[in-house]
């Protein structure tokens, strides 16, 4: 049989590519299988964090400063394991250094640790901070004579799901204002004060104006501690502005949100129960509030510090309006005699993880925390500014960590008083020992935020 060159040619590489195949020398492409919502192998840990890094390269994700990891690392005893289990727990921190300048105003200089992981984590009560925010500013755009935090407000009920206030047993005279919502959702975190806040606000002007101002990621979409279907947490309660005796100054109708958000796909856990029965797979947030913990970070810094943010992030608020969040955001429960909470159930740092985790103990002298917290379905987050009056100094922090490690949700086993409290405790001290010792070029005047909590406001 006679092979002409062509022939030959042929088969060489019939031969060749047949013994890299044999060879395993060229494999199919295949991408890896995503990382499960619940633990992660060390493998599965290994490849987020190299999708981290490749996020971090593209300037989706912040680079981490070494400033916190080397903070952690010297401290093994409360932070060893934790560091070997960061995306499991899905640690996020954002440390923020402040220092003044020979006119008193603010530099800031941020320090980052993960901050907003590929992994979704559930705000619970952080939600809370924008939207007291954002009730003082609209109360402020309506600039109706008597429509004040100070007027009652009643909120009626025309819609499933809906139900009526018409008074506040926990204010001085009984009437629900929007000041007694937001001294108790600083003072206690309190659920309903925050739902009437949303009833007022409506859920379309509550995200349209923070997505305005940058904050494009963030939904706030449901009330709080009630279930409610996505159709009647876009409904929203009738509310009446009533003068002394009873007037109407203002009547809001019911309001319907018809503005389409964006699609997600946020799961966490293996499994969750739901009434009393065990669902074998993650449970979908999807239709949950977020809220990134950079976002709460910088919600919380355009508060403290209006006049150094972009203009388009400020808020519209008064300068008492400054004043009244500051007041509230930073004292304790015992420095408010409406409502009036008492020590055994609500101590001097209830609200205050960072720094003091959930000790009871009494709050050191000359430290104030401008701050809020968030705890549900083993998530524990704080965005804090935290100031020492005795020591000069000022910083802001910002943690979040998961701390339900059998990774099945609505069964109340949670890890709050085993890893999320201490990690909260320490890491708020070590920043704190740290700022102790930085060097400042100028002694901050901090008389803006000395308040004294004994007058009534």
Not at 184 to 190: A, E, R, T
Not at 413 to 442: C, N, S
Request: aromatic share 12%; glycine share 4%.
């Amino acid at each position: 049989m006679n092979f002409s060159i062509k022939d030959l040619f042929l088969c060489f590489a019939i031969i060749t590519i047949s013994c890299l195949y044999a060879c395993n020398s060229i494999r199919p492409l295949t991408p890896p299988p995503p990382a499960q919502s619940g633990t992660l192998t060390s493998k599965q840990e290994e490849d987020t964090k190299t999708d981290e890094m490749k996020k971090n390269d593209s300037g989706l994700i912040k680079k981490n400063s070494p400033v916190i990891r080397e903070l952690l690392e010297k401290h093994p005893a409360y932070f060893g394991k934790l560091l070997n289990q960061v995306n499991r727990r899905n640690i996020q921190i954002i440390y923020t250094q402040v220092d003044r300048d020979e006119n008193n105003n603010p530099r800031f200089t941020d320090h980052t640790f993960y901050p907003d992981s590929i992994q979704y984590f559930y705000p619970a009560s952080t939600v809370k901070l924008p939207t007291a925010i954002l009730a003082l500013q609209k109360l402020n755009e309506l600039n109706i004579e008597g429509v004040d935090r100070h007027a009652a407000v009643i909120t009626e009920a025309d819609y499933s799901g809906q139900t009526p206030t018409f008074n506040d047993p926990q204010s001085d005279d009984g009437r629900p204002t929007v000041s007694n919502y937001i001294r108790k959702i600083f003072l206690v975190s309190d659920n309903d004060a925050f739902n009437k806040l949303y009833e007022f606000l409506g859920q379309q002007y509550l995200n349209d104006e923070l997505h305005k101002r940058g904050y494009d990621g963030v939904q706030i979409i449901h009330r709080l501690e009630i279930s409610l279907s996505p159709d009647e947490n876009r409904h929203t309660n009738p509310v009446k502005f009533l003068d002394d005796i009873g007037n109407i100054l203002y009547g809001q109708p019911l309001q319907n949100n018809q503005r389409p958000f964006a699609e997600r796909n946020e799961k966490l856990g293996e499994a969750y129960y739901k009434n009393g029965e065990l669902i074998k797979m993650p449970m979908d947030f999807s239709l949950k509030n977020r809220l990134s913990l950079s976002d709460l970070h910088h919600i919380l810094r355009s508060v403290i510090f209006p006049d150094n943010v972009p203009e388009n992030q400020r808020f519209n608020l008064k300068e008492e309006d400054y004043n009244f969040l500051y007041r509230y955001m930073s004292a304790m429960p015992s420095e408010c005699m409406h409502p009036s909470y008492d020590a055994e159930n609500y101590w001097d740092a209830y609200v205050k993880f960072l720094l003091f985790g959930s000790e009871k103990k009494p709050v050191r002298p000359g430290i104030r925390i401008f701050n809020k917290v968030g705890d549900a379905y083993g998530q524990l987050i704080d965005a804090a500014y935290i100031v020492d009056f005795k020591n000069n100094i000022e910083f802001f922090l910002s943690a979040a960590i998961n701390c339900n490690t059998n990774n099945i949700l609505n069964d109340d086993v949670y890890d709050y008083d085993t890893i999320g409290f201490p990690f909260m405790k320490h890491l708020g001290e070590v920043i704190y020992q740290y700022e102790l010792q930085r060097e400042r070029a100028v002694v901050p005047d901090l008389s803006n935020f000395a308040i004294d909590y004994s007058k009534a406001y």
